[in-house]
């Protein structure tokens, strides 16, 4: 553990996050909708037959769910990181 935790601070987790980390940490569901739209759109601009149209109306929802669901698991890695790094004191 130790050495992961070495490897952590070399990569920056000790750092403050930028702004977008941020947001994205306070609001996953809502960063999986703005994935979601865009990306469902893009799907039905492009979509030629009946079939593709139901790809790209169900692709937008996923991926926008698996956004969301890495901002959630990054939201819980980062904050048992932090209590094993010690920069919580929340005692």
């Not at 609001?27 to 030629?48: D, Y």
């Not at 926008?64 to 698991?73: D, E, F, P, R």
């Amino acid at each position: 553990m130790e050495m992961y935790l070495a490897v952590e601070r070399k990569a920056g987790a000790g750092l403050p996050r930028t702004r977008l980390q941020r947001w994205v940490a306070r609001h996953p569901v809502r960063f999986g909708v703005w994935i979601a739209i865009p990306t469902s759109l893009g799907g039905l601009l492009f979509a030629k037959e009946p079939g593709a149209v139901v790809v790209a109306l169900a692709f937008g929802p996923v991926l926008g769910t698996l956004y969301s669901l890495m901002a959630i698991a990054d939201r819980s890695i980062r904050a048992a990181l932090r209590r094993r790094m010690g920069l919580d004191n929340a005692d």
